[in-house]
């Protein structure tokens, strides 16, 4: 008979129960695996908590596909065309065609140019409807000059569109087109300040001519501020979602299918994606909009200052250290700012009860405020807290202003610390506050001051530190008479206001 104690040895029960183990092990693990990727509710409250909301659940996976169903007929290809001239070259030169070919009666020799149509491409997002006329938001940029512009649907059907207005300063501008169709949609505008870090987004646009093209990606960032080509004013969301030549001006929209962003630019060493783009956040636009319809050019508040980030020793001194906010170092006279109260050192912290968070934050700020209204600028003045009204006004191009204003104290001045006392070799005993800037065509440049001056007295008064410059050229008076400290000689200025 066949020997069966192997059977009941030790050994043979510890491996049964081993192999059980496995095997129980292994079943298990399939039934959870297959609960988790069903479509059946099983886990629902589960798989609402881990996946975006609004997504449908495709093959087990959130799906964008309901969020670019909504999206992507209000997203159109914005077609332009430059005619732009270019002088043609004249064989005609020299021997021996002008022997040949002389110059005929009435030919003046003026260089001869030839017309070309120059094609570009971009995006845009249709934001309103007027009757039977339809706005579409784009870049500036994507605009420029054309001469002509046209938009392609979703659905492939083109209409002529006519420029509304256009703005570089935050690169956007407005076309329309007319149709008597009702039914093309209008995009949902959403609320760009409610987007977080870490958020899914998705990029519509037309990249390369690739109509209605579709990326996702998440928030990178928010606020992005004193970025972008040119002079650009705009408070960008950053974004890895792909974006690339021809989506300019097209939406970022978040996952309700709501425009949050205009794509607008994206840093990139060889001009292709790299996961940093960046869009215009569509609270930054929604004004623009109305402005463009009704004025045909955005209006921008003019409050009349120049200001920038404090230096770290002055802000010691004037009481505003590791305060966020913007300081104003001086003030365009007879400007609203000027007519309201606003003064030079003045360290504003607020505007309307909104915080400031630097200068950059404020440029921006007072350009979206209303103008003709009234703005509440909570200030830091003289180390104590204020508050000033003032009456918003329309800002005037740089070249008016330049031309029109005043601007008041015209000098920058900063604490002698041991680095400036090392360039300027000056003794360890020279106390108070140097001349960092003096801003051309300004009174005080009028009147003498130099950089490198050190401030001894204004009209009588000693000048040791911040508070007690920005007091003296704040007192009402005209004429201010600056003693200052210029190579070791002291020198008397005279400055009228």
Same mark, same amino acid.
């Given at each position: ?7 009941h ?20 693990a ?9 479509a059946?509710v ?10 975006p ?14 969020v ?22 004249d ?26 149509r ?27 000059d ?7 649907m ?9 420029? *509304?207005?256009?703005? #570089? ?7 329309s ?7 093309? #949609?209008?995009?949902?505008l ?8 870490g ?7 037309? #990249?390369?001519g ?7 990606g ?16 705009a ?17 970022l ?13 994206i840093?990139?060493?060889?001009g292709?994606?790299i ?39 002055l802000a ?28 030079p ?11 400031i968070?630097?200068?950059?934050d404020?440029?921006?700020? *007072?350009? @979206?405020?209303?103008?003709g209204?009234?703005? @509440? ?12 009204v003032?009456r ?14 005043g ?17 300027l070799?000056?003794?360890?005993g ?6 960092a800037?003096? *801003? ?5 440049s ?10 001894q ?18 007192? #009402?008076v005209?004429?201010f ?12 200025i005279?400055?009228?206001?």
């Open positions: 008979m066949p020997d069966h104690s192997i059977l040895s030790k050994n043979f029960f510890v491996f049964n129960l081993v192999l059980a183990g496995v095997i129980g092990g292994f079943v298990l399939l039934l959870m695996f297959s609960c988790s990727t069903g059946p099983a886990s629902a409250q589960g798989a609402e908590e881990a996946s909301s609004n997504l449908p659940i495709v093959d087990g996976f959130p799906s964008f596909r309901a670019a169903a909504k999206v992507l007929p209000v997203v159109v290809e914005v077609n332009v065309v430059d005619i732009v001239k270019q002088p043609t070259p064989s005609g030169q020299g021997w021996p065609w002008n022997f040949l070919f002389p110059q005929a009666p009435g030919d003046n020799g003026a260089p001869k140019s030839q017309e070309f120059q094609e570009g491409l971009g995006s845009g997002v249709i934001v309103r409807r007027i009757g039977d006329k339809l706005y579409v938001l784009t870049n500036n940029h994507v605009v420029g054309a001469s002509e512009i046209s938009i392609e979703y659905d492939k059907r083109e209409f002529r569109a006519k420029l *509304v207005g256009k703005d #570089p300063r935050r690169d956007l501008a407005l076309v087109f007319t149709t008597t169709d009702k039914n093309i #949609p209008i995009a949902t959403g609320d760009s300040d409610k987007l977080q870090v958020d899914w987004v998705l990029a519509v646009g037309n #990249p390369f690739f109509l209605s093209t579709v990326t996702a998440i928030v990178s960032a928010k606020g992005r501020e004193g970025v972008g080509p040119g002079d650009t004013v408070d960008f969301i950053q974004t890895d979602a792909a974006i690339n030549k021809g989506n300019s001006g097209g939406a929209v978040d996952m309700n299918g709501d425009v949050v962003g205009i794509n607008s630019w840093a990139s060493p060889a292709g994606n996961g940093l783009g960046f869009a215009i956040a569509i609270n930054d636009a929604r004004r623009a909009i109305d402005d463009f319809i009704e004025h045909g050019t955005v209006q921008y508040g003019w409050l009349g200052v120049s200001v920038q980030d404090e230096y770290p020793s010691a001194q004037m009481g505003v250290a590791d305060m966020k906010g913007s300081m104003v170092y001086h003030v365009f006279i007879d400007s609203p700012a000027d007519k309201s109260g606003l003064k050192g003045d360290f504003v912290t607020s505007i309307n009860g909104r915080p968070s630097d200068t950059n404020l440029i921006r700020i *007072v350009g @979206d405020l209303p103008v209204k009234d703005a @509440d600028f909570a200030v830091v003045r003289y180390g104590k807290a204020e508050h000033v003032v918003i006004g329309l800002r005037e191009s740089q070249a008016q202003i330049d031309k029109n204003r601007l008041w104290p015209g000098i920058t001045v900063v604490p002698i610390d041991d680095q400036i006392r090392s360039q070799n000056l003794g360890s020279v106390r108070g506050l140097v001349i800037d003096v *801003v051309d065509k300004t009174p005080a009028i009147g003498g001051i130099q950089q490198g001056d050190i401030v007295s204004i009209n009588g008064t000693p000048i040791k530190n911040g508070i007690d410059f920005y007091r003296a050229i704040n007192a #009402p005209k004429t008479n600056f003693q200052v400290n210029r190579q070791g000689t002291t020198v008397s005279g400055i009228e206001r």
